[in-house]
């Protein structure tokens, strides 16, 4: 059962151990909001996860200790665990899946935990930690179902509290519902008034659709960009706790997470990984009702691998209008690439790339298929390009600022 005390008890341990996040107050992400962000991506290890894995371990006895620690992780409380487990002298074993971005496999190595890598997601390094928790006699270090990790992380609501007494709302990034769980019970018990919303990947909604069918639900497979967040199954204590503090949960695109990554590096110069940014992606596209409210969102974690990141940039572009594709069905015939190019070019756009196809077009033999991808304005902007193409004749077989 969550106990506020240990809660207050967690932030005196951790004291000495994480950074205090300092709010960041901004303008930039929905002009009709009152926008905070509580960046734990600049936490130690490059998330909110040091929080619970440090206070947890902390807690166990010295006959624990000497065994050592086993944890599961889709990289995040991997690297927390690894760290505070090598503070306090504890021998650490961390089981990644497979796809676990390298970057975040390296860092847990180097923080001094041995890494087993087990083929699947999430909830397949689980089962392979619990057999070497049996095995070995390891303590099990749960990522979020665990009454000392709640506590850590909800030390993060705690200092909500103090950094703005006034907030109205806050938006919480949710996997396994670790951390919504900690803040959503420390801010209730404080003031219940403050409205405390969660957010997950649309190829992830494992507690949204569990609390809308008022059981555990175990999804058969998750997909999405914000690998921190992919869980098929929450907690048993976790959704006991979301059911009766979170006032709602909502999802956001794979579009809506890549707009929200660059939003944050344009806007704030803050780098987040796909799970941090569905908080911003949610307050972005108006997915939670906090128009004119002052609205926290937990910028969860910054670890993503930079071998996406140039990939979620361009997703983040084409979402947001700034980058366009457009296949064009044209006469074959000297000329006609000029024509397209010289319109593009008189509406301000610059063109990236061209790609020429005389097979693509199968109905008209002297005719072929053009493909140019250009930098835009926004969609207003795609919109008068379409437009000034169309009045010339050309015509816009396939129109997707999505396709990069």
């Known amino acids: 059962m969550l106990q506020l005390d240990n809660f207050y008890k967690a932030r005196y341990v951790l004291s000495n151990v994480i950074r205090k996040t300092e709010l960041v107050h901004t303008q930039k992400i929905n002009p009709d909001v009152d926008v905070y ?3 734990e991506c600049l936490q130690k290890t490059g ?3 040091i929080r619970g894995a440090y206070y947890k371990i902390s807690q166990l006895s010295e006959e624990e200790k000497a065994k050592g620690v086993v944890a599961c992780s889709a990289g995040n409380h991997a690297q927390g665990v690894a760290l505070g487990a090598t503070a306090m002298g504890v021998k650490s074993l961390i089981c990644l899946p497979e796809g676990a971005p390298i970057s975040k496999v390296e860092a847990t ?3 001094g935990a041995d890494v087993c890598l087990v083929p699947g997601v999430y909830d397949d390094a689980y089962q392979k930690a619990l057999q070497l928790h049996d095995e070995k006699g390891y303590t099990f270090v749960h990522p979020f179902d665990d009454e000392n990790v709640i506590a850590g992380q909800g030390t993060i609501g705690l200092e909500l509290m103090e950094q703005l007494p006034s907030l109205d709302a806050v938006v919480v990034p949710v996997g396994g519902g670790g951390l919504i769980s900690g803040v959503a019970f420390a801010i209730k018990s404080l003031n219940p008034k403050i409205k405390v919303y ?11 659709k569990s609390l809308c069918d008022k059981k555990r639900e175990c999804l058969s497979s998750v997909s999405t960009v914000a690998d921190g ?3 098929k199954e929450p907690g048993k204590l976790t959704f006991e706790t979301c059911s009766k503090y979170v006032d709602e949960i909502v999802t956001v695109s794979e579009d809506e997470i890549c707009a929200a990554i660059l939003k944050l590096i344009e806007s704030e110069k803050m780098i987040a990984e796909g799970a941090g940014a ?3 992606a949610a307050v972005m596209f108006n997915k939670v009702p ?12 910054g670890n993503i691998d930079v071998t996406i990141l140039n990939r979620v940039i361009n997703r983040g572009l084409a979402k947001s209008g700034r980058l366009c594709t457009l296949d064009m069905q044209l006469d074959d015939q000297p000329g006609k690439l000029v024509e397209v190019c010289t319109v593009i070019a008189n509406k301000g756009a610059n063109i990236t790339s061209v790609h020429h196809d005389r097979t693509g077009n199968r109905n008209k033999v002297n005719a072929c298929i053009l493909r140019v991808t ?3 304005k926004n969609q207003e902007h795609i919109d008068e390009i379409r437009k000034a193409l169309e009045e010339k004749g050309i015509t816009i077989t396939n129109n997707s600022n999505l396709k990069v």
Request: charged share 20%; glycine share 10%.
């Open 37 to 39: 962000l509580k960046p």
């Open 47 to 49: 998330s909110f996860k």
């Open 229 to 231: 967040i992919a869980v």
């Open 198 to 208: 969660g957010v997950q990947a649309e190829g992830a909604p494992s507690m949204q």
């Open 290 to 301: 906090v128009k004119g409210k002052k609205t926290v969102c937990i910028v969860s974690g």
């Open 109 to 111: 190595r180097r923080l």
């Open 278 to 280: 569905a908080s911003v």
């Open 374 to 376: 250009m930098e835009t």
